[in-house]
């Protein structure tokens, strides 16, 4: 694979990446206000409302981006740009039937659902999700197609523009209907249901933005579809593959997103059990749903996006180029996100209570638990990046049952593990963090042995985890230090909270670059990576 072509597919996974972080960005922007407005309660049904959408995503739509992407990257790397197409257009029509059945069952289920969960005023927000599925498996397909072509640009641009929008609905619907439903005793359901109002208008807003993008690709379509002289496929075939492709994706990602709903399941119903009120439960699972999950999940978007990227570039290594290649590229991507993961999770730990405190003032009365929470779990953000690239680089080398067989083997584990916790102990909310990471944990370590076994892949332990993990730890020390010595000269949270993070990122810096994480053909490979072997004057 020459360096320019590295250089794209690098450039590409960057793209995504920066514009899944900006993304989850603006996603904690809008959710502090509206989780404020919600308050704790609000905050649980809010949170319980998406855990059972994401499922219904999974199953609908959640497969669609990666499965075209496989697809269509297969058959433009050999050149075959009418069977991509035929792709787009097959996957459109699945799209449609998938997408019709998610929102039909998600609406007309939305009460049993509440009185399943033991969440009174759920349905409201899920009967306004159940649109949503529609419109997101059709947007899937869209971005599957332009990331099999290899451009990352569309779907990164769609993502900023869905959460935009998604943002300013949210925070402004939430404040209506929580003012227009205050003598309501189902005020925080109407609230969440205002919350969910900004996930339908972004994703409606991304898929606009798709069809616009897709009239103005028409015309290179055609030009290359033009001097294509492949055999055509059947559809029946292609929609077989398609299928084929789907299901084991599906699988491995319903899995991950079934065990959080069995969580809210478990958690809300075995706490009942010992006497604790819905209230009190909801407020609970706002706090692990809210602040925890949703700063656990922001550098975990690194991951996801950086494995988007790479299913592409793996299966133009495999078609194009060989084995060595393949393995070169493994050992950058999960190194690349290593280093993004070990300081993300260390800067949790060190950090999460200033964190809590600055971005959720008005909850008071649970920000000691969120900081202990944060303290406690997480390390799954490492584990979360590493079994999400791992799963990706097992399917890109069509290895598609290992990964929902491992996903399987930990969720089995995860339930017992979870039930017993929350049934015989009273770990409460803690029972949750011990889940949320062993799941990953043994899902990244069955990948990693997949990998070593399937592909004669050698590990670089030093250079992939252990140079990142020495660094993090000098980092969250420093980081420690000087907030509280800046807190100690102004008692005031936000500079030193400003003030520890700048060191952080600046000592961790210098560590990364000064201990070889990365030699001087990796830096060369990424962006502006020329600018930083200059600067750094490595041989």
């Known amino acids: 694979m020459s360096r320019e072509t590295r250089n794209t597919i690098y450039l590409q996974g960057i793209i995504l990446a920066a514009a899944g972080i900006l993304t989850k960005v603006i996603g904690f922007v809008y959710r502090i206000p509206m989780a404020n407005l919600l308050g704790d309660q609000g905050n649980g049904i809010y949170s319980v409302a998406f855990g059972i959408y ?7 739509s959640y497969s669609l981006p990666l499965a075209v992407s496989k697809l269509v990257s297969y058959r433009v790397a050999k050149k075959e740009y009418r069977n991509a197409r035929r792709v787009f257009r097959d996957a459109i029509l699945f799209a449609l039937i998938v997408g019709t059945a998610a929102c039909v069952l998600l609406y007309a289920g939305a009460d049993a659902l509440e009185a399943l969960y033991h969440r009174p005023g759920l349905a ?48 402004i619907a939430t404040y209506q209907f929580m003012s227009l439903f205050a003598s309501s005793p189902e005020v925080y359901a109407y609230g969440a249901a205002g919350g969910t109002l900004g996930t339908l208008a972004g994703a409606l807003t991304a898929l606009f933005l798709f069809f616009w993008m897709f009239w103005l690709m028409r015309g290179t379509l055609r030009r290359r579809e033009a001097g294509d002289a492949s055999k055509r496929e059947r559809n029946r075939m292609i929609a077989g ?29 075995l706490m009942a059990e010992q006497g604790f009120s819905d209230a009190v439960v909801s407020s609970l699972q706002g706090v692990f749903n809210t602040q925890y999950n949703q700063l656990i999940n922001l550098p975990v978007a690194v ?41 993300s999770a260390v800067g949790l730990a060190v950090l999460g209570g200033p964190i809590v405190k600055l971005l959720f003032p008005s909850l008071t009365q649970y920000q000691d638990l969120a900081a202990h929470l944060l303290m ?7 584990f979360y990046a590493l079994s999400t690239i791992t799963t990706s680089i097992l399917q890109g080398q069509n290895y598609m049952r290992l990964p929902v067989i491992h996903s399987g083997v930990s969720l089995a584990i995860h339930v017992v593990l979870v039930y017993c916790l929350l049934k015989y102990t009273d770990l409460g909310v803690y029972g949750l963090i011990i889940g949320n990471v062993s799941f990953p944990v043994i899902v990244s370590l069955m990948n990693m042995w997949s990998i070593t076994s399937k592909m004669r892949h050698h590990w670089n332990i030093g250079r992939v985890f252990g140079i990142p993990l020495v660094a993090s730890a000098a980092m969250g020390a420093a980081a420690s230090a000087v907030y509280h010595l800046v807190y100690a000269l102004i008692p005031h949270n936000v500079p030193a909270l400003l003030a520890a993070i700048v060191a952080a990122v600046l000592l961790y810096g210098a560590l990364i670059l000064g201990m070889k994480c990365f030699t001087k053909q990796e830096l060369l490979d990424l962006p ?12």
């Open 124 to 171: 409201q927000p899920l009967r306004v999700l159940a649109p949503t599925t529609f419109v997101v498996a059709i947007l899937g397909v869209f971005r599957g197609f332009f990331q099999g072509h290899g451009n990352m640009v569309p779907t990164a641009l769609s993502q900023i523009a869905e959460q935009i929008v998604n943002a300013v609905v949210s925070v």
């Open 54 to 60: 994401n499922i219904a995503l999974t199953l609908s």
């Open 528 to 539: 502006m990576g020329a600018r930083l072997v200059r600067l750094m004057k490595i041989r």
């Open 241 to 269: 593959e398609l299928v084929l492709t789907v299901i084991p994706i599906i699988l491995s990602q319903t899995i991950y997103q079934i065990g959080y709903t069995i969580d809210d399941f478990l958690f809300g119903n």
């Open 376 to 382: 406690t779990g997480s390390s799954a953000v490492v």
């Open 303 to 343: 991951a996801t996006a950086m494995a988007a990227s790479t299913l592409p570039g793996i299966i133009r290594a495999r078609v194009q180029g060989g084995a060595d290649e393949v393995n070169q590229k493994i050992d950058a991507v999960i190194k690349f996100n290593m280093v993004i993961a070990f300081p």
